[in-house]
């Protein structure tokens, strides 16, 4: 393996531990769907604010942040990619309803 795509194995390894410790502080689903795969799981912010905190720092050290926080559990919650992204446009209840109701439920 080449010194650069051993570093990259490295970082790639590193951010998934670091992604993976940050649902275990807050809980491996999402708070809406129940969505488990880790994969597609994403970290909300519940009071919003969310894109202006990924425009002052990196992913990396808000994921960081998020460790050190011990108020973490009251600012960030679980949601998966398709959860939050409908977030930015509704309340959690009628993404809960559209679930409910939706016909490939
Ligand atoms: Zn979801």
């Known amino acids: 393996m080449s010194d650069a795509l051993g570093n990259l194995f490295r970082v790639v390894s590193w ?11 807050l809980g491996c689903r999402c708070a809406l769907c ?6 597609f799981l994403t970290i909300d912010h519940i009071n919003g604010g969310g894109t202006e905190h ?9 994921r960081t942040a998020i460790i050190n926080d011990p108020d973490a ?8 990619m398709s959860c939050n992204m409908a977030a930015a446009r ?15 439920s």
Not at 15 to 25: F, N
Not at 54 to 62: F, G, K
Not at 90 to 104: H, L, M, P, V
């Open 90 to 104: 509704c309340t959690d209840d009628e993404i809960k309803r559209a679930i409910k109701e939706s016909i490939y």
């Open 54 to 62: 990924r425009r002052r720092c990196t992913v990396t050290a808000m």
């Open 15 to 25: 951010t998934a531990k670091q992604h993976r410790r940050v649902l275990d502080l």
């Open 34 to 39: 129940g969505e488990t795969e880790a994969l």
């Open 73 to 80: 559990k009251k600012k960030y919650r679980t949601l998966c």
